[in-house]
């Protein structure tokens, strides 16, 4: 099953701006959703779907900074491109710290625009990806007994079997069994993507 089409959300005070930005995205084949108040915008917000916002400073009630800082504490993964007439350079430097996508100011060409909000979802999907990715590694970690853990941490740091046996109190034979229980639990026949999995799950890998 393929993941929904992307959406990119627009969230402007201004009628006119939304319906303007509205055309152009759809001419270009976006899949367009569009808010006047912010708070509407967060109301219906699926965390979990795929996308990017557009997103004036400016508004009343909640403004631009403000609404991508509640982003932020829901832990969403949703890059933030501010578009706005209103900037200056103080209010880009503090939304791109806080981890803006980019920051826009009006009148911007349209091809650079798209091209922005094109970045943007690229970046939301890799982004996706990266945590579709830790989420099966930590399920497949999760299958791993204790012992298969410990295992597993020293394997990665490039112990041999013996050295570990030496390290657990056991024999290198029972290592040999504990290390293919862990291959086979993880999913991965070399040793290489044994390591790189470890490491995206934050376990230390290599020696030292």
Do not use: W
Request: net charge positive; charged share 25%.
């Amino acid at each position: 099953m393929s993941d929904p089409a992307p959406t990119v959300y627009l969230v402007d005070d201004d009628v006119s701006v939304l319906r303007g930005l509205g055309r152009l995205l759809a001419a270009a084949g976006m899949k367009v959703a569009a808010f006047d108040s912010p708070r509407e915008f967060l109301g219906r917000l699926d965390p979990a779907a795929p996308g990017c916002l557009i997103l004036d400073v400016a508004m009343p009630g909640l403004n631009g900074l403000e609404l991508q800082q509640a982003l932020a504490a829901r832990g969403s993964a949703l890059p933030v491109v501010f578009l706005t007439g209103r900037g200056d350079i103080p209010m880009s430097v503090q939304a791109m710290k806080r981890g803006a996508a980019d920051f826009l100011t009006k009148p911007v060409d349209d091809e650079m625009l798209l091209a922005t909000i094109r970045n943007a979802l690229e970046k939301n999907r890799a982004s996706r990806g990266a945590r579709e990715e830790l989420a099966q590694v930590e399920k497949r970690l999760a299958k791993l007994t204790a012992r298969e853990r410990e295992v597993l941490e020293r394997v990665v740091t490039g112990r041999l079997n013996k050295q570990i046996a030496a390290e657990l109190g056991t024999v290198e034979k029972t290592i040999k069994v504990h290390r293919a229980h862990v291959m086979q639990k993880m999913g991965v026949r070399t040793l290489a993507d044994l390591v790189r999995l470890a490491g995206r799950a934050g376990i230390r890998t290599g020696r030292g």
